[in-house]
């Protein structure tokens, strides 16, 4: 409402005759209205824009510009259009009362005037004034409002949508995460060096100290780090893992903090980074040598600041992050070389984790491969139930120069070659990593499996899949195709047909490999 809503109506009174206005002043100032006069259209115009009159009560004729040309040049004037005008006229010709209208006047009286004529017209049009302003008013109320609520709307779908983006992407993060972690979460072993390993663990869980995890690979640090983290209070939010070696330096940083659409060729949508993935819970970070020295920059920032800012953005983004780093390296070195930042790894190296070597705890060993064992067992669907007393012989000898994962490898290989339910090594076990065997069917009996080549190890080396294929196919080319039956491949096998069919689709073996047609 405006202030003259809440004060007594203004009535601007246009006429040159003066016993006019002094009637006119006397009647609307017993109605309680505040008179205004003026004695022509110029005065008139010029006091409307300034006083803004509730109502102008106007003569139609008047020396210079006439009521009909100063009508117009009111309802011309934003400022004054809304302000209704009745005309005071003598002339009771039809004509006039037309152009009147046409000029944009509300109405008329006649002169001479008929008091309550003219109070029962003014009151008339200032009611329908104040009710036009109250609903104007209403309807700027209303706009604002609705302007609000849609504001509100806005930002609350687009935070809706952030939030769908970041559950759909954390899914599919933790969709993987199951996939190849669902047999792999545990810490395994009783050796001292282990124990160790484990009262660090304790001992850090519980509090949001950044670890650096060092260790050669595949000694098994993101265990580590997954049983810190599952130990600690943000074990209810998620673990989330970079391998900064597996990310090119133009996508670490895109990886790490995520980007906005648009922010670089090929950015068609927001990214979630992995900092966000992991707000409330931890980050690990494998390999962390490998970060290129500006993105090291920008880590130290959310380390010491907590916040970030996404690729083509400018507004920073908190977090609640505990971060977890492993390497394989020796940092200090690469600090020393200029490789990696001085005051990144003194932030990083809060509590430090060495993890040991396998060689350094051999009582681990034969866990480990019963370990490992049962589990390749479950997934080959194999009856695997115990490794032979030469076997494991063989394994505590070898020094395992790719640790926990150079012995779980062997172990599947050993599996997949193995019958009944003693797992064999037929096989020397040679200090350096080797997966090339030839496959062969031994002509000496249907159960004879593949055997390993000692020479075959070398560039066109085979992966253990392959490895398990040809053999597939060996024995399903000395059946003849037969499947199922005492003298059948699943039978040669030692597994289900059922688990045969399984492998063979799994495998991509299809007739025309073992019979050629």
């Known amino acids: 409402?405006?202030?003259?809503?809440?004060?007594?109506?203004?009535?601007?009174?246009?006429?040159?005759?003066?016993?006019?206005?002094?009637?006119?002043?006397?009647?609307?100032?017993?109605?309680?209205?505040?008179?205004?006069?003026?004695?022509?259209?110029?005065?008139?115009?010029?006091?409307?824009?300034?006083?803004?009159?509730?109502?102008?009560?106007?003569?139609?004729?008047?020396?210079?510009?006439?009521?009909?040309?100063?009508?117009?040049?009111?309802?011309?004037?934003?400022?004054?259009?809304?302000?209704?005008?009745?005309?005071?006229?003598?002339?009771?010709?039809?004509?006039?009362k037309v152009k009147g209208f046409e000029a944009g006047g509300c109405d008329y009286v006649v002169k001479p005037f008929e008091h309550e004529e003219v109070l029962a017209r003014v009151r008339t049009h200032l009611q329908l004034r104040a009710l036009r302003d109250a609903l104007e008013d209403a309807n700027r109320q209303l706009e604002s409002r609705v302007e609000e609520r849609t504001a509100e709307l806005r930002r609350a779908l687009a935070e809706v949508e952030q939030l769908r983006n970041r559950l759909q992407q954390e899914n599919r993060y933790l969709k993987q995460e199951i996939g190849e972690h669902a047999d792999a979460r545990e810490i395994v072993g009783a050796s001292p060096a282990l124990r160790e390993v484990l009262r660090k663990v304790d001992l850090v869980a519980g509090t949001s100290s950044t670890v650096l995890v060092h260790g050669e690979?595949?000694?098994?640090?993101?265990?580590?780090?997954?049983?810190?983290?599952?130990?600690?209070?943000?074990?209810?939010?998620?673990?989330?893992?970079?391998?900064?070696?597996?990310?090119?330096a133009g996508l670490v940083e895109s990886e790490l903090f995520g980007h906005l659409k648009g922010a670089f060729t090929g950015a068609g949508e927001r990214r979630i980074g992995r900092f966000e993935l992991a707000d409330g819970g931890t980050l690990f970070l494998d390999e962390v040598s490998e970060l290129p020295l500006d993105t090291q920059t920008k880590l130290l920032r959310v380390l010491q600041e907590g916040e970030f800012e996404p690729v083509g953005s400018s507004k920073p983004i908190r977090v609640d992050v505990r971060v977890i780093a492993a390497t394989?390296?020796?940092?200090?070195?690469?600090?020393?070389?200029?490789?990696?930042r001085s005051d990144l790894f003194y932030r990083l190296n809060v509590f430090p984790i060495e993890v040991p070597p396998l060689r350094e705890r051999p009582q681990d060993i034969p866990i480990l491969a019963r370990h490992f064992l049962a589990r390749s067992a479950r997934r080959l669907g194999k009856p695997l139930q115990r490794i032979s007393a030469e076997a494991l012989a063989r394994l505590a000898a070898h020094s395992w120069?790719?640790?926990?994962?150079?012995?779980?490898?062997?172990?599947?290989?050993?599996?997949?070659?193995?019958?009944?339910?003693?797992?064999?090594?037929?096989?020397?076990?040679?200090?350096?990593?080797?997966?090339?065997?030839?496959?062969?069917?031994?002509?000496?009996?249907?159960?004879?499996?593949?055997?390993?080549?000692?020479?075959?190890?070398?560039?066109?080396?085979?992966?253990?899949?392959?490895?398990?294929?040809?053999?597939?196919?060996?024995?399903?080319?000395?059946?003849?195709?037969?499947?199922?039956?005492?003298?059948?491949?699943?039978?040669?096998?030692?597994?289900?047909?059922?688990?045969?069919?399984?492998?063979?689709?799994?495998?991509?073996?299809?007739?025309?490999?073992?019979?050629?047609?």
């Not at 006397?26 to 300034?50: F, I, N």
């Not at 350096?432 to 004879?448: D, H």
């Open 217 to 248: 690979t595949g000694t098994g640090k993101e265990l580590v780090a997954r049983a810190i983290h599952e130990r600690s209070p943000r074990r209810e939010r998620a673990l989330v893992k970079l391998n900064c070696s597996a990310i090119s």
């Open 1 to 96: 409402m405006s202030a003259r809503d809440t004060s007594a109506p203004s009535v601007l009174v246009v006429d040159d005759t003066p016993t006019n206005v002094s009637v006119l002043l006397e009647v609307l100032g017993r109605e309680g209205c505040r008179v205004l006069v003026a004695r022509d259209g110029d005065s008139a115009l010029e006091q409307s824009q300034y006083a803004r009159p509730d109502l102008v009560l106007l003569d139609v004729m008047m020396p210079g510009m006439d009521g009909f040309e100063t009508c117009r040049r009111l309802k011309r004037d934003p400022r004054t259009a809304g302000i209704p005008v009745i005309f005071m006229t003598a002339l009771g010709d039809l004509e006039d």
């Open 328 to 340: 394989n390296r020796d940092l200090q070195s690469d600090v020393s070389a200029g490789r990696f």
């Open 401 to 517: 120069p790719g640790n926990i994962r150079d012995l779980q490898n062997t172990i599947e290989r050993a599996a997949i070659l193995s019958q009944g339910e003693e797992l064999q090594i037929d096989w020397e076990l040679d200090p350096a990593p080797r997966n090339c065997f030839t496959p062969a069917v031994s002509g000496n009996g249907a159960n004879s499996p593949v055997e390993p080549s000692r020479d075959a190890a070398g560039p066109g080396a085979l992966t253990l899949e392959e490895i398990e294929r040809q053999h597939v196919i060996a024995v399903l080319r000395r059946t003849h195709g037969v499947i199922e039956g005492p003298h059948g491949a699943a039978r040669l096998l030692d597994l289900k047909p059922s688990t045969t069919r399984f492998r063979m689709k799994k495998l991509g073996i299809r007739r025309e490999h073992y019979l050629g047609t």
